[in-house]
């Protein structure tokens, strides 16, 4: 299933290390202005190699649009994006073509497949997530006339919450060959009430499903998230009033749809799994070994999943959006 | 959306106050023996009305199989499940008619369809969660001979962790006529490595859009969850042996693929909205009004999630189980 | 796959047999009035035993909603209805358990399954086509508003195209012990243009599919159908003046999309398969046996699937209505 | 919707004159060996330009895997295929910007959007099919190992069915400034019983919707097809013995699901809408107008419609396949 959405349906594709990774994009409306350029400054925030924090992979990222547009706007017909990959050092994983690197999927992808392409992850690495930005700047352009922003931001990061605690988190980590985890919180803001279905559909529920299913994310809260399970009906109930809400517990969300509150999600996001470290693993053949994963890596993926988790927001929210339009369809009303 | 899932796929139906809830399961595989009474324990686990510290509307809660089995096996077809509701005192709602209970869908349901039933909440009722025990209590059945079994259990309530702290937060709760949240913990034993698929249809994507859909849940977090934030890749990280992964950390998925360990999700769960505490809030035409919710209500639903938790778990690994099916299907393999 | 549609999506269940059949509507929009007395006429008409040309089957095939509106209005909560079955002689198959009718898809669903509900077909059977008309009948009343009316008649039986000649075709083959096919137009008027969707979505393809999957259909035109493998560009192409298209060879469908003007269909019904004439098949055991299908049979079931291919076409219509909708959501326009 | 199947998902991209045209297959099986010069004859044998009776675009057509596979096999990763446009006489068309050709979607897509890309149709180009045939290509190669093979020829243009005749009525209407219709055949052999599903999942149901969505088909049918009208039940049941059937007046299907029979497809095609001699139109502000279609066109579309029928019909064969897998899924068998 590399399709994400109903409405707003966006299949990704290409691995770390192939030729190309992409997505297209159906059931974008038409008429809405588009460039390269309305998507590129999206990609350039999530590209690594910006600074010494970071993976040091050196990719210019340039995204090309090749269909669903004409004299720069979109027809209704599907958008295909696609961006080259370039500083791909397939040697680099050599080494790990026969070793199940611990924290990442090479054991699970071999036991579901009985294959795996093993450079740099193949599909399941990050890089996938350059196609989920590709597609979430385009969701963003369908939000921005409708009011609807969404902005997030490192919280906390291995236990430190102040910029420069963190940074330190993330140094320390890095020259001792090791990573670190952290939270990540996005908000969107300007979201009219009734978005999100009731039952299986809800917003959250989509929300949560979207967030999760960003590699290294192990857990999603929306509003009073974990707290709320240590607060009373009281506390956590938010009045109404005629001038709105007086209080967001909810974080944006009752029943499954939107009450036109800021929209406020966290997630909790683990160490990244490539350290220096040496780690215990095992072969493809079973027998016991030590990993040590070289390569580029970010020794906390937190600040790059930001964007991605914006992004995510977007796609969920220009989702609920056309879905909630047929509820303007036929019928006596 | 009230269809859960992809190819055991459920559609439930029906309102707290209306003739009955229900389900129409489509996509369960033939062979498998399937009887009323195979069903029936799972929603007398979930029935109120069992103890002093839950809702006491009485309902009886005989589920009726319509279709999709003979002779006590299923065939195949769409199998229908119907519950008629009895205990239906709509008349607890006349005051309610006009009024947004706090922290309930009813504000939002307006804002989307412009009506709605306001007995018992209607569709956004915790009854309709009857239907998905009912089709979780197949799911179930479906599971059992590959020896997958799921449980769940309360591991904390307003803070108190131990059972009879636990209680007590209950009761107080109910005597002060407020309500407490809490935290159920669900975990499935003796699944089989590879479920789950990369990108979106991540198991962890597919557990945490199911169990954030069940009303009043708030968070989702998978093994370490949001303790993976405070955790170094050197701890979080499960080595790889031989005899196979020495911790758990990850909670049984990596990449978003099952890794063949025990699959631990912990869901935050809200206090019940319903209390008899004052409240601010307006009525329909945006008046400002005081609200106590009488009626039947749980001081604290956690409890009556349980089941639920562990149906909708039940439900997202059968999906999976039969996902998976098709990568031994057609090819030269 | 006992769901029908994307949008207003119907989930039938239910054999002929069994305890009942019917159907679950979701995303029917809110805000519609609808009652069972809405529903009944469009059982009533395709119901059996009106006339010595029909089966003798007698089923009252009374509708109940069970779910989905409030004070006799849609609330968009699914629509749970069903129609209890009655008059069930199923001891009239007990001879036919271990037979395979040729015609019929007994072989095929054995071979599918590895089991079946021998009575009457079970799920085969062309009572499942209830359930669709009953969804019909509240997919008819959704398009009224808009001016969408759609009718169907026979046109042709066994090669006679009169009504007294169709009837008389209809008596010789049932005084035969035998039956006889025919062809159905269907037509709506009203429709406006630009509904469907480029590509896989085609009005036309959604049409396609929806008429062949109602039992016994062999073949499906459009507009001039087969008859256009005969024309040329000259006389096939409708000329478009500023009064709008003078002729509609095409149908009401261009491009997969409709046109404003009258959407034409056709679809082949076969022959009844059940026959009293005596048949060569093979039991269970592939043992070579003689049959002659008794029970009570419709000698040509062309007049009884008009209901049913109006009803499907309606279905294919507000579900591209609700599609369309969303082309009016967000965005720059 | 620009997605086909549900295992085996097609999603196909790109406009007649755009950058290029190109398919993301989701689900593929992992394991099958897939190389560029597997695709490639398929879509040469699509191509334009390779005789007097055909189009004289000149497109070498080239196919790029960009993803999906590692040395030379799938992964089960997404496979994107793209081929970039060379040969656009954009200028072609520059007369045709504010005409709506009669026969075309010109109109209706202007309805449904309210713009287009005028150049060759845009989207709603033949050209678009070649993305289909890519995807084809790839389903052919997971059918080969299970035994199935698919074969489509013309059987009758503008009335003649010999060889010869064919030739004289396409180069007679070419001669003429004009076009001709003409019927497919797709024949499918080597197909087991059991695929396809009851009721909405039908198998001729699927291929009904697939055939209906290649642009120009007017008419499906199946087997006897529109011939099953004139047939009494006795000539139209195909006998079963202990060797098999003993007729296939079916086409291979029954009750929607396979018998292991041939498959047998015959699909109408109207006379290609291009044509040269003047017809009667408006332009977009409604005024009336004169039209002559010059460009590159194909007097007769039949021929190049063959290998794309196949392809569809392979599609929907793939898919069934994958899930019919699902049956020897979990459960007590």
Chains 1, 2, 3, 4 share one sequence.
């Not at 190309?20 to 309305?38: F, H, K, Q, R, W």
């Not at 009430?193 to 559909?201: E, I, K, N, R, T």
Request: glycine fraction near 14%; hydrophobic fraction near 40%; proline fraction near 5%.
């Amino acid at each position: 299933m590399n399709t994400f959405g109903r409405n707003f349906r966006c299949t990704t594709f290409g691995e770390s290390h192939g030729k190309a990774v992409g997505v297209v994009i159906d059931g974008c409306p038409p008429g809405i202005s588009l460039m390269e350029a309305d998507i590129q400054p999206y990609l350039d925030r999530r590209r690594p190699g910006k600074g010494p924090l970071e993976s040091a992979r050196q990719e210019p990222d340039r995204v090309e649009i090749l269909s669903g547009t004409f004299e720069g706007v979109t027809t209704g017909a599907p958008i295909a994006l696609i961006v080259r990959n370039r500083d791909q050092r397939s040697g680099d994983y050599d080494a790990l073509r026969d070793l199940f690197r611990p924290g990442h999927a090479d054991y699970t992808w071999q036991a579901k497949y009985g294959l795996r392409d093993h450079r740099g992850g193949g599909r399941t690495s990050g890089r996938e997530t350059l196609a989920r930005v590709a597609a979430g700047a385009v969701a963003v352009r369908c939000l921005a006339p409708c009011g609807i922003a969404i902005q997030g931001r490192i919280i906390e990061v291995h236990g430190a919450t102040e910029l420069e605690a963190i940074e330190a988190e993330i140094r320390a980590a890095r020259d001792a060959g090791d990573s670190v985890g952290g939270i990540v919180e996005v908000t969107a803001t300007g979201c009219p009430a009734g978005l999100g279905d009731p039952v299986f559909g809800k917003l959250d529920a989509a929300i949560a499903g979207a967030m999760m299913g960003i590699g290294a994310v192990k857990g999603v809260e929306i509003g009073e998230g974990f707290g709320a399970a240590r607060l009373s009906g009281g506390e956590m109930n938010d009045p109404i009033t005629a001038g709105g809400f007086t209080s967001n517990h909810a974080g944006g969300i009752l029943g499954g749809i939107s009450t036109g509150q800021d929209i406020v999600v966290r997630i909790a996001v683990k160490p990244t799994p490539s350290i220096q470290r040496v780690q215990k693993t095992v072969d493809i053949a079973g027998k016991e070994r030590e990993i040590s994963v070289a390569g580029r890596h970010d020794p906390c993926i937190a600040p790059r999943i930001v964007p991605v988790a914006e992004c995510m927001l977007a796609l969920v929210l220009v989702d609920s959006m056309l879905e909630q339009a047929k509820y303007r369809g036929p019928g006596e009303r």
